[in-house]
């Protein structure tokens, strides 16, 4: 497939096919900073896909993250030494990919701007967004540094708990961490809607939605997904049924609730403290469909394995390196008809081949390195 060696039979076709609706949603939505002159219905849309998108890849990467640190907590000899190894797997898998990208975008800020960006020595930490929001350099990395803390705090709470108190249930006590995590947090988020005014939905999502410590429950979410999906199976009719809970969720929290009146400013309460947590859910009812999911048509398994595959460099390149650069060179904002359709699907294309080049040339080398270890 282009050159990748994919085993095809270890994928799950469900899960790829998520991330691969998730990164076309948060690609979809920032392509309106090409130009406000998009026809009203799809601007309108836009304005949407990207939370959708993004909390996707939260709860999906819960999903997973929290199968491995479920499965490691139960061994017998049980150490830091674990969660070390978990650490340094995932940092593997993440962290050369965003340094790289990192220092390409510093030097093209400095290219077009002639400075360094602002609290720039934050970002390698992933400290720009964590009690307040990020300057305008890579504004994207912000979910980026939500997923670190959120890998760091569940482990090692559970190994200090394992630690102290060897002879707990290691299966409730995952759960039991995953609660408290998320009951602190949506605190949190209480405390903040007690002592914080914003006027906007803009504020809302620039002051809340990505700053960290208002975000930690994310992933957990999905933790708390693989709990209850590998503690109590459920048939495929039940499974449908989520399923469709979940999908009149997700469509009543960003379609139908303005059809209702209910937007930040008439209940800013509900979205400062219940809305995110309640998007979660309803993803998290997706999940055990997903795995029932087969596609039976080769072609479009291999275009959405690769899209899946490709995801963490198309959300790394897409926004702040690809469309920052073109906008430099071409600018695009008095663009409308046929050459906004033009340059977009040019820039969806742009995504598609550089992040390919990434993926192949330097992600998946960094990942076979991995491997080898």
Known sequence: MLGLKIDL???VPGLDLARSIAIFLVVFSHSLWI?????????????????IGVEIFFVISGFLIGKIIYRIIQKDDFSFKDVREFWKRRWFRTLPNYYLVLIINIILWYLIYGKIPEKIG???VYLQNFFSHSPDFSRISWSLSVEQFCYILGPILLYLLISFFPKLNRKKLFLWVTCFIISVVILIRFWFHS?????????????LRKVSVYRLDAIYYGFLAFYLYVNFPINLTL?????????????TLHLFIFYFGITFETNPGFFNIFY????SVAICCLMPFLFTIKIQSMWVLKIITLLSLLSYSIYLLHYTIILHSMKVLVPSDHLRGIPLLIYTL????????????????FEKTMTNLRDRK
């Open 276 to 279: 995110l947590s309640l998007n």
């Open 346 to 361: 040019t820039y969806w294309l742009l995504i598609l081949v550089f992040s390919y080049l990434l993926y192949r040339f």
């Open 195 to 207: 002592t914080h005014e914003l006027d906007s939905i803009y504020e809302w999502n620039e002051n």
């Open 239 to 251: 499974n449908k049924l989520l399923f469709t809970i979940g999908m009149f969720g997700i469509f």
């Open 9 to 11: 039979e270890k994928r």
């Open 122 to 124: 934050l970002y390698f």
């Open 35 to 51: 130009s406000e002159n998009y026809p009203p219905y799809i601007k309108w849309f836009m304005n949407f896909t990207a939370t």
